[in-house]
């Protein structure tokens, strides 16, 4: 396939890898069988890569239905964003329709797929943000002109999700990885370790993800190097991290942290690329 420059993150990501790409860009292995990508979100590193046969996951429901739409009902897609308008009013009304399960369940595929798009596009800093019910609760953003209908991007995904053999699985990130062989590579970018108590944001599913799980990706990492499958993962520079991986090579590289209440604290920070190849 020839490469497309258009193909980017149609929604904005808390941790999204988009400033990171020339950095990971260094660690792509040459050559492997099928690419997979356990935690999703914004696909930035896909998007970059572009290989011809992908199996990516999300445990975000709605995230991979808009996915989904993208490549099945990308015409209607757009048209449907075409009712949103940018104030604080509409904002509000649409982010409310998932508090009732009656309403919330008779919209279509294509309706929860424009909803979730649009509510990304004009919420407080990008925050795909739900809580412990799984309802969408960031804040409304009060941008002046959110690309909110993004035409030129959904074209560009639907596209590639047609050319492409893509297979999109929701699941539990290990679960997602069932079937996969010697050859295949993987990227992770699960939710980062907290460098601080203020810091710690995983509320993109309901679930959450503590320590407990940090320990069983590394786990299942242990497991795919045994099958002679390559991996390269993401995640915070703290100790606990440093330490689950010290057995793989480690790399520490400099992040822009854009999410804080404080503007001067978004600074540079440390982060890991963890691999278990030269």
Not at 139 to 158: C, M, Q
Not at 173 to 183: A, P, Q, V, Y
Not at 193 to 214: H, I
Request: include cysteine.
């Amino acid at each position: 396939m020839k490469y497309n420059k258009l193909l980017v993150p149609v929604v904005k990501w808390v941790g999204g890898k988009r400033q990171l790409l020339p950095e990971i860009r260094k660690y792509i292995p040459k050559k492997f069988s099928n690419y997979y990508e356990p935690f999703l979100g914004g696909g930035a590193v896909l998007f970059d890569i572009q290989p011809k046969k992908a199996i990516i996951n999300d445990i975000n429901e709605e995230l991979i239905n808009l996915y989904k739409v993208i490549r099945d009902n990308a015409d209607e897609l757009i048209e449907d964003l075409k009712k949103y308008t940018n104030d604080s009013e509409c904002f509000y009304r649409t982010r409310e329709l998932d508090r009732d399960i009656n309403i919330y369940s008779k919209l279509s595929n294509i309706e929860r797929a424009s909803r979730i798009h649009y509510l990304n596009k004009t919420c407080y800093n990008g925050l795909f943000r739900v809580n412990r019910a799984g309802q969408f609760n960031a804040p409304f953003g009060r941008y002046k002109s959110p690309n909110i209908v993004n035409e030129i991007t959904i074209r560009a995904l639907n596209k590639y999700f047609n050319t492409a053999d893509i297979e999109f699985r929701c699941c539990d990130f290990e679960e997602s990885l069932k079937g996969i062989r010697k050859g295949a590579f993987v990227y992770f970018d699960p939710p980062y370790d907290p460098v601080s108590d203020s810091s710690d944001f995983t509320g993109y599913s309901k679930g959450g993800f503590d320590k407990n799980q940090q320990i069983r990706l590394r786990n299942l990492c242990e497991t795919i190097n045994e099958k002679e499958v390559k991996f390269l993962l993401s995640n915070s520079a703290t100790e606990f991290i440093l330490d689950l991986y010290r057995e793989f090579n480690v790399e520490i590289i400099q992040a822009k942290r854009i999410i804080n209440s404080k503007g001067s604290e978004r600074g540079e920070i440390d982060e890991v690329l963890v691999r278990n190849y030269d």
